[in-house]
């Protein structure tokens, strides 16, 4: 079958050569026919043929649809290649190919087997991240009568305070007094001592106001003196702790 080609092709050639534009397809049909690719082979035949129509090529390109199990398209080409009028003998082999594609055609070829495209391989697995807990923060509310220190600042500034009352009240009593002094010496020492004991319970007074004010700041502040935090890690927890005092 490898030889039906070339004998195809040389069976009836007119008296001139093909044409130079139609030699390197006629060459490719034969190398691809000896290859064992008739269809291809036939794709460069018809090439040829539409750049120079050549009766001999029509009865080649029967041949090779024959050879593909083609034989009601290889009849056309076989009719139209002994419509051209070749010469008896030629036209005898092509009624006599005819006549064995109508009585004794040949089985279809069987379509080269479709080669399926590898599988694509299987992506890799995401990598696993792993998340860590948000750390637990805890503010520990502390009762405002555990606060020693500002209950103590607080305590000491209304005691300061009630001193300082108490000197007040005792400097205007020895005011008063040295308005009935008998003599002029217990007047001065009663005023004397009643200005004294007045500076006394005005430096009391500002000093247990500030006490007390510090003490109440202190008591605020306390209630949130204290915050634990507990962050979780790969070998355990950290714990921190911060305060005041």
Not at 98 to 109: H, K, L, Q, S, V
Not at 193 to 198: E, G, I, S
Not at 200 to 223: D, E, F, I, K, N
Request: with cysteine; glycine share 6%; net charge positive.
């Amino acid at each position: 079958m490898r030889h039906l080609l070339v004998t195809a092709i040389l069976i009836a050639l007119p008296a001139r050569a093909l044409t130079d534009d139609a030699k390197p397809h006629i060459a490719r049909a034969k190398a691809l026919h000896a290859e064992g690719k008739p269809a291809a082979a036939l794709l460069e035949l018809k090439t040829a043929y539409a750049l120079d129509p050549q009766p001999a090529l029509l009865y080649a390109m029967g041949q090779i649809h024959v050879q593909l199990g083609e034989c009601a398209t290889a009849i056309t080409y076989y009719q139209r290649f002994v419509d051209t009028r070749p010469a008896a003998g030629r036209a005898d082999l092509a009624r006599q190919a005819i006549e064995a594609c109508r009585t004794n055609p040949p089985p279809p070829a069987e379509p080269p087997p479709i080669e399926e495209p590898p599988a694509p391989a299987a992506p890799p697995p995401p990598p696993i991240v792993r998340v860590a807990p948000d750390p637990v923060r805890r503010t520990v509310t502390r009762p405002w009568y555990r606060d020693r220190l500002g209950l103590a600042l607080t305590g000491g500034g209304v005691v300061t305070g009630v001193a300082a009352i108490l000197v007040w009240t005792s400097a205007r009593s020895d005011r008063n007094a040295a308005d009935g002094a008998a003599t002029y010496d217990e007047f001065d020492s009663l005023v004397d001592r009643a200005h004294t004991k007045q500076t006394t319970a005005l430096v009391l007074g500002a000093t247990g106001v500030a006490l007390v004010g510090a003490g109440a700041v202190h008591l605020y502040l306390h209630r949130k003196d204290e915050v634990l935090v507990v962050a979780p890690t790969a070998g355990g927890a950290a714990v921190s702790w911060s305060g005041r005092w």
